[in-house]
């Protein structure tokens, strides 16, 4: 077997290292396993079945080719790449852009980008939303308006927002600026997309949000920015061979999904804190932060019970968290564990210079890696929480690159799944958000909402009690 | 009274809005708030003895004025404002630039912002700091090192890599290039400011990292940037005044702590989730992070007894993430309290065009002010958590702006105090931190952390458990 690029180390979570009564035991990932090892069987079944279309992304070349062909046709052409969505449709794409392009990408020149600037207004505020428009000028704009109903209600706002400049600018050719990511045959985009002739992408049916990175909804954004999808998915590709895996250590996706689940369910570990050790990377924690919070919260589990269930996951970035959030991590509540991502290298390097050398508590850093100093931290934060009995995992990556980036979504999309199964839940559905959109929709005073709306004016009147 | 530009608005904390055994009653309040009285007896006494120099920090005229003096000498000379700093340094400064500063401060033109551009590398990640030293040429650049010790290795580092650059570009100017911000006598760059002539700025001593924001640390930053920090000082001022009130009622940071303390010890909310409904307010979101769990985030109590406490602080932002954690918040398990922010207008307006009239689903935005769709969901989402049983309060704000925003910081480090009082911990001290430093500094091969590396070198002799 070649050296993997991804490796999960879980060394630390095991009470051979943390201690008994704080790590995972051998004994407990022996006996959950062919519980595991069960659910994967099920999960493997229902890909073959095509029931389970995220497994299988990565294969689906027409898509790749489409994407590239339009990014090709529009290379060069915009200056900016305004993405609007939210949820799903928004943190896949930022995730990608803030992991695989320079930190500094919007300040760069055309020359030193060659590809446009990426702003993503996924949220339908409008200092924010206006702030994007005020440094977008329409003419040299492509909007990628991304939405799989075709009918979420923040995206369609701010649509119909930069629609009213975008038409002004340009009455002839607004439409070569718009570029759609929705249903394939149905919704409200797909039908102004046929109707005026605008280029629209799919989201393939039977993919949901958080698990459509891999779609259009991550490809195309990622494409028009010069990242090389084909490098993304052969990372994806790489990992897909392991899902089913039957051992524990071949399998890091089922692993690290019995690993959570043991912690939170046998030691009261429920908070997952995921910590990644490189700015880009934090996008990427909350991208899982959705990913983990959307498919294992939920109130009923598949036996139709009422069980309020599921991990709460966190962000946190490494070492900038030493400073705010470490001090709880190693002295509060044996509630959390530690999922850190850490690069062996980084894309840049740089040194500290040698000045003040007549001050020794200085001059220790003279010289060195700013790298360096960075992955010592993530050592050190590693240690901490072990000699404070706290369980902690991490992703070592060879470096931050398509195809590792490819591989860690893919896993931890098929850890959610493994997981779902074993917490008992449907990670694919989302109940819990229908009832703020109806009182959204009634608020907003839309026809076929008036008795919610009486309601809700009903209950205004109760007395409120404000401190001041 | 007048009106309060800011209010906490509890209704849904408690028993009566979301249901008994879920929100706080009423009889709790009763019950707990002599011991709050007393706390804050305690805390009036030391803030008068000057053991507790925060409070007061609003008054602190010369302060002020040698900060508008350097502010004003300064003008216009200036592209770029380069904070290095981290945690406290650098938290407190993020907040009040994303909160008072237009969203895309950093892509106007000179013309429009009469003021720097602004980054904050607080994290001594190559990538990162890398791509801000790129769009940063020194020639253009001021840079403001914050640490109060002047030893933080992050931010010595970072002042190390940036001083190289600097010194070549400017050989002769490079220390009007500087200003630090550090102990008022002590430490490496109270040493180096005085051997160099380097200006530099007072921490006041007494005051710790995460309640600094009002002292040279946010308020330097903020000046420079424009920002009026007599308005955001007067809005402290403002707070000051009730921060010692007796009645519930007219305490809001004292009811602010006793509410989350009842919700956590009493209902199992041991995680407090803060969600403004306002893109500018998500760094204060990130600020309140590292106030609540560094203060709160205790092994030991102030008796020395081993208790492992603390809440769990969580930066959320409405309504992006109402299509990532709200299926939890709503569905999983009773463990979270909820506080949102909320402004009541918006500095800019949006509005939705009117286009495709023919589609309904679309048509019910049309016209429609993207400010009036947030504050619904806002409102909606308040009202799915308080259908499902979730203590939830909110703290309206007039309108974003200085005073607002420096009522509420204030607000919140007072309540921290509080509750660190009701907790039984020392919020002012962090003593988790210091094995991680131990273990840093040993790895970088730091002369005096011998033992401690000869340790780590036998630690990293036993097996790991890797999965790949």
Redesign the interface.
């Known amino acids: 077997m070649s050296e ?1 690029r ?6 630390r979570m ?1 009470a051979d ?1 943390i201690g008994k009564g704080y790590g995972v035991s051998s004994g407990e990932i022996e006996q959950i396993w062919p519980r595991v090892m069960n659910l994967l069987q099920g999960l493997e079944a229902r890909r073959k079945s095509g029931e389970l279309p995220f497994y299988t992304l990565h294969e689906n070349e027409d898509m790749v080719s489409r994407i590239e062909e339009y990014a090709e046709k529009v290379r060069g052409r915009f200056k900016n790449l305004v993405l609007i969505g ?3 449709s ?2 896949g794409p930022i995730a990608l852009a803030d992991a695989l392009l ?3 990408w ?3 020149s055309d020359e030193e980008r060659k590809a446009p600037r990426f702003f993503v207004p ?14 977008c000028p329409p003419e040299d704009t492509l909007y990628n308006i991304v939405t799989k109903s075709g ?4 995206t ?3 649509y ?2 930069v ?2 400049p975008l ?1 002004e600018a340009l009455p002839e050719e607004w439409r070569e600026h718009l570029v759609f990511t929705t249903d394939p045959s149905k919704g ?1 985009l797909r ?2 997309a046929r109707n005026e002739g605008i280029t629209a992408f799919s989201i393939p049916s039977g993919v949901g ?1 958080r698990f459509s990175v891999m779609t259009s909804v991550g490809l195309l954004p990622a494409a028009l920015l010069g990242i090389n999808i084909r490098d993304l998915l052969a990372g994806a590709a790489e990992q897909s061979e392991k899902v089913f895996n039957r051992e ?5 996706s089922a ?2 999904a019995a690993l959570q689940y043991l912690a939170h369910t046998q030691r009261g570990a ?2 997952h804190v995921m910590m990644p ?4 990377l934090y996008r990427v924690a909350d991208w899982f ?2 990913l983990w ?2 498919s ?4 009923m589990n598949l036996q139709g019970e009422v069980v ?3 991990p ?1 996951p ?1 962000a946190a ?4 968290d ?15 564990t530690f999922t850190f991502v850490v690069p062996r290298n ?11 050398s007549d ?4 001059d ?3 010289g ?7 992955r ?2 993530a ?3 590693q ?2 929480l072990t ?2 009995h706290r369980p902690n995992m991490t992703f070592v990556l060879e470096e931050i690159a398509p195809d590792t980036i490819g591989e860690l979504l893919y896993l931890l999309e098929a850890a959610t799944l493994v997981a779902g199964g074993l917490y008992e839940v449907n990670p694919l559905d ?4 229908e ?13 076929g909402y008036e008795d919610h709306r009486a309601e ?1 004016e009903k ?1 205004r009147q ?7």
Chains 1, 2 share one sequence.
Request: with cysteine; glycine share 10%; aromatic share 6%.
């Open positions: 993997s991804l490796k999960l180390d879980v060394t095991m290292a939210i949820g799903g928004a943190l320079p930190l500094n919007n300040h760069l996924d949220n339908p505020d409008p200092e924010y939303l206006g702030a994007v428009m005020e440094v009918g979420t209600a923040e369609m706002a701010a119909l927002a629609m009213t038409k409200n039908k102004i949000g524990f250590e071949t399998n890091p692993a690290y429920r908070m050790y490189a700015n880009s932060r959705q919070a959307e294992l919260g939920k109130r309020n269930t599921g709460t966190i970035l490494g070492a900038t030493q400073h705010s959030q470490v001090q709880l991590y190693v002295e509060g509540p044996h509630d959390k980084f894309r840049r390097k740089v040194h500290c210079g040698k000045h003040h001050i020794e508590s200085v220790y850093l003279a060195l890696d700013v790298g360096v100093l960075l010592a931290e050592e050190a934060t240690r901490a000699a404070a989302q109940p819990g958000v009832a703020g959109k109806v009182a959204t929709y009634a608020l907003l005073g839309r026809s809700i209950e109760r007395p409120s009690k404000i401190v001041q």
